[in-house]
């Protein structure tokens, strides 16, 4: 136990390490769960590839072209978007919030000034957080180089923090969203499971939900009525769980529907698929 709990602590001391110095490339394709290209986030003309969870590929772009992680080329620098806007960054804040330069985050501006802004210098060798709204030692990079920053949209990768819960990148910033019922996403393969990843701690696991064996609400918020017969429904919280809800009894001269019966199967041999 006390081994796991040293493994929590030193990943808890690497998320906060993490939101001082960024994610490199390589941390970038450890929790990302596919493949493909994305850029360095400490040089705007050199760019990665991600495979199996690692970095299998580092290179740069031609001279005079920067990498443009929107659509994973090399571009002109006119063309090229080796960084987030300002507008952009400043969507996820309030007004007289600061935020740092994408291109240099020594320096910081207000959000209502971007405009016309008048930039702040961080003192030497400090950079300017975003999320503390200070200015920080330097350690490596710019605070505000989340998870998605410098990869492509619709990316899935994991938190750093816990197997309960991923982003999904867009725009270069990263959308937070949990699996439901207890399950745990799975960095290799991109999806939320109900068993414990091997790459996450046991410290993480919580015993699972079981679903009710039988739901009458499924058949009031579910049934189909423009369908007949009996119709299956997964139990929203197993991939091998679901519901079989039977035909309701329609009653009184405006047919108000009544409520049916929903009784719960297991095959945990075989996946549900939802229309099958």
């Not at 060798?125 to 998870?147: A, H, T, Y």
């Not at 769980?241 to 049916?260: A, C, D, M, W």
Request: aromatic share 10%; hydrophobic share 30%; glycine share 8%.
């Amino acid at each position: 136990m006390r081994v796991q709990q040293c493994a929590f602590q030193w990943v808890m001391f690497l998320a906060c390490l993490a939101e001082i110095r960024g994610f490199s490339m390589e941390e970038k394709c450890k929790l990302w769960a596919g493949e493909g290209y994305i850029g360095d986030p400490s040089d705007c003309h050199a760019w990665g590839f991600c495979q199996d969870n690692k970095l299998t590929a580092r290179r740069s772009c031609s001279d005079g072209l920067l990498y443009n992680f929107r659509d994973g080329t090399c571009k002109t620098a006119s063309e090229a978007m080796c960084h987030p806007q300002l507008s952009e960054i400043c969507a996820n804040f309030q007004p007289g919030d600061y935020v740092a330069d994408p291109a240099d985050c020594r320096r910081f501006v207000k959000c209502e000034d971007i405009n016309n802004p008048i930039w702040s210098d961080c003192d030497e060798g400090q950079v300017f957080s975003n999320q503390r709204q200070l200015c920080l030692e330097e350690i490596s990079g710019c605070p505000q180089d989340n998870i998605c920053s410098y990869m492509k949209d619709g990316i899935l990768v994991g938190d750093i923090n816990t197997c309960r819960s991923y982003y999904k990148c867009h725009n270069g910033f990263g959308i937070h969203l949990n699996c439901s019922g207890g399950r745990y996403f799975n960095r290799k393969t991109g999806s939320c499971q109900p068993w414990l990843p091997d790459h996450c701690y046991n410290d993480e696991e919580i015993s699972p939900v079981t679903p009710l064996a039988k739901n009458s609400h499924m058949c009031s918020k579910y049934y189909q009525e423009d369908l007949s017969g009996v119709q299956l429904i997964p139990d929203m919280m197993t991939c091998y769980g679901y519901y079989v809800l039977h035909l309701p009894i329609r009653r009184g001269p405006v047919e108000q529907l009544s409520l049916g019966t929903a009784l719960r199967v297991v095959e945990p041999a075989l996946w549900f698929a939802e229309g099958q």
